[in-house]
């Protein structure tokens, strides 16, 4: 069988437990378990997010525009929201998946079929999202006493003891588990990256993979916009702003190859964890948000630094004696 | 007799690249249950059939038939619902996937009503496969764990893991050992047994007359003819394949020897090489000769500085000598002609005259100006030398034909006035004529006192050229010939792991 954890995961599980206990150690109530699970909520939308960042990246490509995608959508469900206070929210939510897997599968379709370098197509898409919701909005603010009770409190609802918010970064997290190692479309997205001419060879369309990969990445934005804005109570044309760059670091963090073809779930999802208990655990000790800053840019130089010493190292296999034989 | 109908027939068909047609109008057979061994010379246009054969190229005219019926192959995966594969030349594999995921890779087998990957069956399919094979390789492994040998097994799992009617095999004993090569004959006399037809395309003429019921022979892109193995003798085959009787004469003259410029002892990297041990004399052609694979590269780019992780020696004209980058072993005067001469050797977007100052830029730019003049005359002196063929020094690269490229590459090492030049397949996939300039050139250099190491995996060539053969296998040195001594038979048979294998058991 896999391994469960490679061994890199599981130096990143040991990182985020030493940070919890010694964040724990001088905040009492940090370890308590209302805590951690507001700790996770606030973690959910980063988590969500990086899987569908992570896909891109294993692709060779990156999505520069997801936090824009996020920003649009949510500024075009709580202005509905609040211009139509009855319709239900549920296909609100859904509406809005709908239009940021519109906008993945634009970014897709440009480096499919145009053959445009991803960093390029989203830093230009990213642009426009965020332009037209400037258009929308003409700068206003969607406020919280415009939005509807049901658009506020849906993903705050608790059952099991458990926001709703956290349920749908959980159930993202299993879906993902199964569609990264059981389905045809997800083991291609692997193999594509991994080495584009081998996949051609073997009859995968690269291209076509990388749409996959983008459509998901905005499918994935658009359920984090209805999320974000209803989280933070307002809509307004810079939310989430440089939110992409903290998705991308919990890809790096979490070890899925900037190089595209390696990468994990469960690596991906430690990465969003780290950022995440970061976030919330350095405050609690007094320590500034610039700092924060820092400190997580440092952690992601350090995690490419491992990686790439990792990867210098190992040459072709030649000998005999370096090569591995199972005994049967 | 009746005629037994070709399963998969090519007619006419063409297929230009800018600038080269590689194919021109050829033709080919292959019938049910017979192994056709396709032939001809490196740059005959081998490999683009094979591609057009298994829709990774489209072909510019022609028609492919498959049982009598013209099809059109638009995709790889075409051709494979076809029954068509092929183990290419470049064995295309992922590296950070299983071998179970490699073997299935683009036809996975799945169960239920979400077609849900079914890795149990896969995997035991795989190592049924693989157990066929003889393989002892552990399906769960990722690929970059596995030596060259093994991974041109997953290949060939991967091959037949489908329902293949038409199987390709593209040279597919380069890399590997006697034992091996066993294993594989075995596997194709299985392929034949139930009826697929076969093509097979290698250089070693033993291999062709011991597996292949037909032969077909392709020259410079064009069908030279075809006929039954068992009516043509090996003299004949090669005169259809070279188009001239073959006394190739190689430049080589007798030169005494010098001092020992290069010594290597216990040279060694962890994975890829083990204690290599030799001295290069200056005025001498060192030849290493190895299957694809056994180390040579890896060596000679150690030599060169582009590897971590080496232990062992390394004197120049007695001096130790300590190289950590590219940069340090050409300030010690060695240079290395890689054998990827279009993504290692050349920039090809730059013009010839630059590409050949780029070395020694601070040499050309002593007050730390560009200055284009002395650039272009020193590439004018090195690139007349050798006989670039170019309207001018100011055409790029990237337009002139692979045996000019390889010429700019070896003008810009010698300006820097090496003293050991190192030529990793000097003359792969370049034309006669460029070949024979190549040859002349490194005689002419050795003339000059310099020492050369040679790199080649044509066994004419080696023997041809060198004054000393080193022979490798799987990272070791195994054999080691003068002149004098030269056996063609001993020298394949060392680099095919024959002598590894006798003193091991």
């Known amino acids: 069988m896999k391994k469960l954890f490679t061994s890199r995961e599981a130096l990143l599980c040991l990182l985020i437990l030493a940070m919890l206990l010694s964040v724990g150690s001088v905040a009492k109530d940090f370890l308590s378990l ?8 606030d973690t959910s939308i980063l988590i969500i997010l990086a899987l569908g960042q992570m896909l891109v990246i294993i692709t060779r490509c990156i999505d520069l525009s997801v936090a824009a995608n996020l920003a649009l959508t949510g500024m075009v469900v709580a202005m509905l929201n609040s211009s139509y206070p009855d319709f239900p929210v549920p296909l609100l939510m859904l509406f809005g998946m709908l239009l940021g897997l519109t906008m993945g599968m634009i970014n897709g379709l440009l480096v499919w079929k145009l053959e445009i370098p991803a960093i390029v197509v989203t830093l230009g898409t990213m642009s426009i999202y965020r332009g037209i919701i400037f258009l929308l909005s003409e700068g206003a603010w969607v406020n919280v006493h415009e ?18 918010l956290s349920w749908l970064s959980i159930m993202v997290v299993g879906i993902f588990y199964y569609f990264c190692r059981y389905s045809r479309s997800g083991r291609e997205i692997y193999a594509a990256g991994n080495s584009p001419t081998a996949a051609f060879y073997t009859g995968i369309d690269v291209g076509r993979s990388q749409f996959i990969a983008f459509s998901i990445s905005g499918l994935l934005a658009g359920l984090c916009g209805y999320l974000w804005v209803s989280r933070y109570a307002v809509a307004y044309v ?14 790096v963090i979490g070890g899925i190859s900037i190089m595209g073809g390696r990468g994990t779930v469960t690596g991906c999802v430690l990465g969003a964890v780290f950022i995440g208990v970061i976030n919330n655990s350095l405050p609690v000790i007094g320590v500034s948000p610039f700092w924060q800053m820092a400190i997580s840019g440092a952690v992601i130089v350090l995690a490419v630094i491992a990686s790439s010493k990792a990867e210098k190292k190992s040459g072709r296999i030649i000998l005999k004696s370096a090569a591995i034989v199972p005994s049967r | 007799m009746p005629q037994v109908a070709p399963f998969y027939s090519l007619r006419g068909i063409s297929k230009a690249f800018p600038g080269v047609k590689a194919l021109d109008k050829v033709q080919l057979d292959l019938y049910p249950g017979e192994v056709m061994a396709l032939i001809g010379e490196n740059g005959a ?13 489209q072909p510019d005219s022609g028609e492919l038939c498959l049982q009598g019926q013209t099809v059109s192959l638009a995709t790889p995966d075409a051709a494979r619902s076809l029954g068509i594969t092929a183990i290419h030349q470049e064995t295309v594999l992922f590296d950070e996937l299983s071998v179970t995921e490699n073997i299935f890779t683009g036809h996975y087998l799945t169960h239920g009503p979400f077609k849900t990957l079914d890795w149990k069956e896969m995997r035991r399919q795989a190592m049924q496969i693989l157990s066929d094979i003889e393989a002892p390789i552990d399906p769960d492994m990722l690929l970059r764990h596995l030596s060259i040998g093994q991974r041109h097994m997953v290949a060939i799992a991967r091959a037949l893991s489908f329902d293949a009617k038409v199987v390709i095999l593209d040279e597919p004993t380069a890399a590997l050992s006697i034992h091996e090569t066993q294993e594989l004959y075995k596997i194709v006399n299985k392929l034949k047994a139930s009826g697929c037809a076969i093509m097979f395309i290698s250089h070693k003429f033993d291999e062709v007359f011991a597996i292949a019921d037909r032969y077909t022979v392709f020259r410079d892109g064009c069908f030279v003819g075809q006929g039954k193995i068992d009516q043509i003798d090996e003299a004949q085959l090669v005169t259809m394949m070279v188009g001239r009787t073959v006394d190739q004469v190689y430049p080589k003259q007798k030169l005494p020897l010098g001092d020992v410029i290069l010594k290597a002892q216990n040279f060694s990297h962890p994975t890829e090489f083990n204690d290599i041990n030799f001295e290069l004399r200056s005025g001498e052609i060192l030849g290493f000769y190895g299957l694809v694979g056994a180390g040579r590269t890896e060596l000679m780019q150690a030599i060169y500085g582009v590897s971590e992780n080496i232990n062992g020696t390394l004197e120049l004209q007695g001096q130790p000598l300590s190289i950590r980058s590219p940069a340090d072993a050409i300030k010690a005067g060695i240079v290395y002609v890689p054998e990827e001469r279009q993504s290692q050797g050349v920039v090809l977007d730059l013009p010839i005259y630059q590409n050949i100052g ?15 003049r002395s650039e272009y005359a020193l590439a004018d002196t090195y690139a007349r030398r050798l006989l670039v063929k170019a309207p001018d020094w100011h055409e790029h690269v990237g337009n002139l034909s692979g045996g000019n490229q390889q010429k700019v590459v070896i003008a810009k090492w010698l ?17 006669i004529s460029s070949k024979a300039a190549v040859h002349s050139f490194m005689s002419e250099l050795v003339e000059q006192g310099l020492a050369v190491i040679m790199i080649s995996s044509e066994l004419p060539e080696v023997m041809g050229m060198s004054d000393r053969i080193i022979v490798m296998s799987e990272g070791l040195q195994v054999a080691q010939w003068h002149r004098a ?4 038979e001993k020298i394949v048979s060392a680099a095919s792991g024959g002598l590894n294998e006798k003193t091991i058991h």
Do not use: W
């Open chain 2, 45 to 57: 246009g081998k490999s683009t059939l094979v591609k057009t054969m298994t829709g990774i190229y």
């Open chain 2, 415 to 431: 300006a820097t006035k090496p003293k050991v030049i190192i030529l990793d397949e000097p003359t792969k996939g370049i034309d």
């Open chain 2, 485 to 488: 001594d030269f056996n063609a």
């Open chain 1, 147 to 164: 939005m509807s009770e049901a658009f506020m409190h849906i993903p705050r609802s608790l059952h099991l003891g458990v926001a709703l």
């Open chain 1, 238 to 251: 810079d939310v989430a702003a440089g939110f992409e760059l903290q998705v991308i670091s919990a890809c």
């Open chain 2, 358 to 372: 780029l070395p020694q830029l601070n040499q050309i730019n002593k007050n730390g100006l560009l200055n284009q």
């Open chain 1, 34 to 41: 209302s805590n951690l699970l507001s700790a996770y909520n």
